[in-house]
């Protein structure tokens, strides 16, 4: 028991929250994604509710993830040049006061459009932000548990978003669930403004230099930092892999395990969470000793091999159960490559350059995932979501090989 007891203690998670600075950052972090992810659901409910029509929610989701193609990059500069506790707060705030005219009854589904377009392109500077500052909170031997924190952080707030959408709709209406999604944005903005930086400060961009100038700073950079090329890649693969996973899912859970698609989120999103949590404190343990290549090679076989499991789960007798331990372990497998390969660019990259890098990221996730969602969803109408899901994890499997060997 003693030794369990040095082993949680001594634990670099429970070090990095007693960090004022970061944890505050993390409170202020998953009220407003709780916010935000919530408030994407709610609108495709209210959106579906008004029109009774699929492309309708297509257009709805277009109109918050095209800004993240079109913006990452540009936001990314802008992020370098000011202060990212700044860009959080008014981030926040604005978006707070953004989705209010949302709890008018009649407003037609266009502006219901518009307003959703404006908070996603406030959410392009809030994003790049949010990851770029971590450094400055803690210490860089903590670098890792911090973003183990801050990605379970904004998994868990993801869930709950999609969980809480729907009863509060029911029971709240739309006027209330509004107010109270838009008071989550403001109590996020009131965390970041108790955030007083703890940390030298760096010496913002002169507004003089060129947009284009400090953006081509980064091709030099990226040619010569080998680690940041390899995070950045296999960080858009695993993006495109999570976008796939939430296209399959429905499918998933109709067609092969044969229940309602209702219970998608307790049988796949919510072990999911847990298996990130899981992941999150391992990685706060032994597993920061371990190379980024060796845990996304890891990340990847143990999803690819889950992923060849899954379709046959409907032969087992405890399918169900079955599910929810091979999703758990899927969060799992995820949190190792995406918490340790933002951890690799924070610790690569320097400060002024940092937000630029997440920025294209992002952009670049965006441009990448729309061509392995759209195929899937097609070929799982084609051929089944079975074989879909199998071919994935095939995929899966050879790029793990792909990373161990020749990177």
Do not use: C
């Not at 860089?140 to 707030?157: E, G, P, Q, R």
């Not at 320097?350 to 996730?365: D, F, Q």
């Not at 070929?379 to 792909?402: E, K, N, Q, R, Y």
């Amino acid at each position: 028991m003693e030794v369990v007891k040095k082993a949680i203690i001594g634990n670099d998670i429970l070090q990095v929250i007693r960090v004022r600075p970061f944890l505050l950052m993390i409170v202020s972090q998953f009220f407003s994604q709780l916010a935000f992810n919530m408030q994407n659901f709610v609108l495709i409910l209210i959106v579906f509710g008004l029109t009774r029509s699929s492309v309708s929610v297509s257009g709805l989701i277009l109109s918050f993830t095209i800004p993240a193609v079109l913006l990452s990059v540009i936001s990314g500069v802008q992020v370098d040049r000011w202060d990212k506790r700044k860009i959080l707060f008014f981030a926040n705030l604005i978006r707070g006061i953004l989705i209010l005219p949302l709890m008018i009854a009649d407003l037609h589904v266009g502006f219901i459009y518009v307003i959703t377009f404006f908070v996603a392109i406030v959410t392009q500077f809030f994003l790049p932000a949010s990851s770029a500052i971590v450094p400055n909170l803690v210490p860089k031997n903590l670098i890792i548990s911090a973003n183990s924190i801050l990605y379970m952080a904004t998994y868990v707030s993801m869930f709950l978003g999609y969980i809480l959408a729907g009863p509060f709709l029911l029971l709240w209406g739309r006027e209330y669930t509004i107010m109270y999604i838009a008071s989550l944005f403001l109590l996020g903005t009131f965390f970041i403004f108790l955030l007083k930086p703890s940390y030298p400060s760096v010496r913002l961009k002169d507004s003089n230099v060129s947009f284009f100038k400090e953006l081509n700073e980064i091709l030099p950079f990226i040619k010569k930092a080998s680690k940041v090329v390899r995070a950045f890649v296999v960080l858009t693969i695993a993006q495109a892999i999570i976008f796939i996973f939430a296209v399959l899912g429905p499918g998933y859970v109709s067609t092969v395990l044969n229940v309602q698609i209702e219970n998608l989120s307790l049988l796949v999103i919510a072990p999911a969470v847990l298996g990130v949590g899981a992941g999150s404190f391992f990685l706060g343990g032994i597993g920061k000793r371990l190379e980024f290549k060796w845990l996304s090679a890891i990340g990847f076989v143990l999803s690819g091999i889950i992923f060849l499991i899954f379709p046959h789960v409907r032969n087992i007798a405890s399918a169900l159960p079955t599910t929810f331990v091979l999703s758990m372990l899927v969060g799992f497998a995820v949190s190792l490559v995406f918490i340790s390969g933002h951890a690799t660019i924070q610790v690569e990259t320097s400060e002024n350059l940092r937000g630029r890098i997440y920025g294209l990221l992002n952009a670049t996730s965006g441009t990448v995932s729309f061509l392995p969602v759209v195929l899937a969803g097609g070929f799982a109408d084609l051929f089944g979501v079975g074989t879909v899901v199998a071919v994935s994890g095939v995929l899966m499997i050879a790029l793990s090989i792909f990373i161990s060997v020749f990177t």
